[in-house]
Nanobody, 124 residues
Framework: QVQLVESGGGLVQAGGSLRLSCAASGDTFSSYAMGWFRQASGKEREFVAAINWSGDRMEYEDSVKGRFTISRDNAKNTVYLQMNSLKPEDTAVYYC?????????????????WGQGTQVAVSS
């Protein structure tokens, strides 16, 4: 099974940027569809972005389109989330997710493997 560890969160002012990383270990990373989700305080965990095994297909939640970019480096067993033009409403714990599948997954319950999360806070 794959293990996931996120990093790169922090506190940033509105309009700033952060890049989250998710390092995978324990299995063949290129066999996994990957996703990013986030959970704000008191809210459900929601989809942010997803990428297929080869990195040539991506999907985004509407509110992050044009601001966030998901990518992966299969040689480094890592998936990234570049976040630009951050807004206070982007404040949340961000989770990396993986599922051994060749498609692209945007539904939370389809993912079986999760990281511990990394906090992103955007001040106004």
């Amino acid at each position: 099974q794959v293990q996931l560890v996120e990093s790169g969160g922090g506190l940033v002012q509105a309009g700033g940027s952060l890049r989250l990383s998710c390092a995978a270990s324990g299995d063949t990373f290129s066999s996994y569809a990957m996703g990013w989700f986030r959970q704000a305080s008191g809210k459900e965990r929601e989809f942010v972005a997803a990428i297929n095994w080869s990195g040539d297909r991506m999907e985004y939640e509407d509110s992050v389109k044009g601001r966030f970019t998901i990518s992966r480096d299969n040689a480094k067993n890592t998936v990234y989330l570049q976040m630009n033009s951050l807004k206070p409403e982007d404040t949340a714990v961000y989770y990396c997710a993986a599922e051994r599948r060749f498609g692209i997954l945007t539904i939370r319950n389809l993912y079986g493997h999760w990281g511990q999360g990394t906090q992103v806070a955007v001040s106004s």
